[in-house]
């Protein structure tokens, strides 16, 4: 492989249909809060923020895939972990706190938006996949899709299939961001929806899938040798050791990879804790008063 140079992006391994994907999707941002008058669907509290959420979450995944971070991926297992860090920890979370669905979704001429709309509420053809999301969308179906494709690409077989395939590479990030958007939107509300978790059980959503994470992590840090095919890499950039390698990758999952986790598990218990002070004010003596 070519010398990939961070100072130089014509060395960067750009992925075409990377770039094409941000690039309609911001361009249909774009034309759907440009196209329409504006209205509180669109605008709500905190809209700066939410609009910079969306560009941020953007701009992860062309850092995670069009920048040297991919030639490093091929050669490093911890920059591969890192890259579906930035994906599935980074970008996913930014999206949905992004809320940028109806804004793209205004962005398409209304004579695609009607039809397609039509065929996807309302074509028997579609019923099978209209229940199947109907359960994949819940909290419980996000949760255990999205910790299974986890391990599931970090089974040696299904990860060394990935170094060898580009496609199935391409399949594996998809996966992780679509999977990830769709497990965040669990527990970050998107204006002007909200999530249908409560405070509490939002706590236990995120605790369960940490733990998860962590033992993958310690599953990774503690083998006693290399599980992918890194280990037959001649050499590595920094000249460490396959094992020494996967050890970092899981530094990088157990540290790095719990900090979204910690802020969405810190604000779900504030949360938590000022819904159950509400509660608990709405019933005081003064509130309801005193038999007498």
Same mark, same amino acid.
């Given at each position: 492989?070519?010398p990939?140079?961070?100072?130089n992006p014509?060395?960067?391994?750009?992925?075409?249909?990377?770039?094409l994907?941000?690039?309609?999707?911001?361009?249909?941002?774009?034309?759907?809060?440009?196209s329409?008058?504006?209205?509180?669907?669109?605008?709500?509290?905190g809209?700066?923020?939410?609009?910079?959420?969306?560009?941020?979450?953007?701009?992860?995944?062309?850092?995670?895939?069009?920048?040297?971070?991919?030639?490093?991926?091929?050669?490093?297992?911890?920059?591969?972990?890192?890259?579906?860090?930035?994906?599935?920890?980074?970008?996913?979370?930014l999206l949905?706190?992004?809320?940028?669905?109806?804004?793209?979704w205004?962005?398409?001429?209304?004579?695609?938006?009607r039809?397609v709309?039509?065929?996807?509420?309302?074509?028997?053809?579609?019923a099978?996949?209209?229940?199947?999301?109907?359960?994949i969308?819940t909290?419980?179906?996000?949760?255990i899709?999205?910790?299974?494709?986890?391990?599931?690409?970090?089974?040696?077989?299904?990860?060394?299939?990935?170094?060898?395939?580009?496609?199935?590479?391409?399949?594996?990030?998809?996966?992780?961001?679509?999977?990830?958007?769709?497990?965040?939107?669990?527990?970050?509300? &998107?204006?002007?929806?909200?999530?249908?978790?409560?405070?509490?059980?939002?706590?236990?959503?995120?605790?369960?899938?940490?733990? &998860?994470?962590?033992?993958?992590?310690?599953?990774?840090?503690?083998?006693?040798?290399?599980f992918?095919?890194?280990?037959?890499?001649?050499w590595?950039?920094?000249? =460490?050791?396959?094992l020494?390698? &996967?050890?970092?990758?899981?530094g990088?999952?157990?540290v790095?990879?719990?900090?979204?986790?910690?802020?969405?598990? =810190?604000?779900?218990?504030? &949360?938590?804790?000022?819904?159950?002070?509400?509660?608990?004010?709405?019933?005081?003596?003064?509130?309801?008063g005193?038999?007498?």
């Open positions: 492989m070519a990939v140079s961070w100072l014509l060395t960067w391994p750009i992925e075409p249909w990377v770039l994907g941000v690039e309609i999707t911001a361009m249909l941002y774009l034309w759907g809060r440009s329409h008058t504006p209205s509180p669907l669109r605008g709500g509290s809209r700066g923020w939410r609009q910079l959420c969306f560009w941020l979450g953007l701009a992860t995944i062309l850092l995670a895939l069009d920048t040297p971070v991919e030639y490093y991926a091929r050669t490093l297992f911890w920059v591969h972990m890192t890259q579906h860090l930035l994906l599935i920890m980074v970008a996913a979370p949905v706190a992004g809320s940028p669905s109806i804004q793209i205004r962005g398409l001429p209304l004579k695609i938006r039809p709309a039509r065929f996807a509420v309302k074509h028997p053809a579609f099978g996949p209209r229940r199947l999301f109907a359960v969308a909290p419980v179906g996000a949760w899709l999205s910790s299974a494709n986890l391990w599931f690409w970090h089974w040696p077989p299904a990860y060394d299939l990935t170094l060898r395939s580009h496609t199935v590479h391409h399949v594996e990030h998809a996966l992780f961001l679509g999977l990830g958007i769709l497990f965040w939107a669990q527990v970050i509300d &998107q204006y002007p929806f909200r999530v249908r978790l409560a405070p509490f059980k939002r706590v236990v959503y995120v605790f369960t899938a940490t733990i &998860q994470s962590w033992a993958l992590a310690a599953l990774l840090a503690f083998a006693t040798s290399p992918y095919a890194y280990a037959l890499l001649p590595r950039p920094g000249g =460490i050791s396959a020494t390698d &996967q050890q970092f990758g899981a990088m999952m157990w790095p990879g719990s900090i979204t986790y910690s802020i969405v598990f =810190i604000a779900a218990i504030y &949360q938590w804790f000022r819904e159950e002070d509400a509660r608990a004010s709405s019933f005081s003596p003064q509130r309801v005193v038999a007498k």
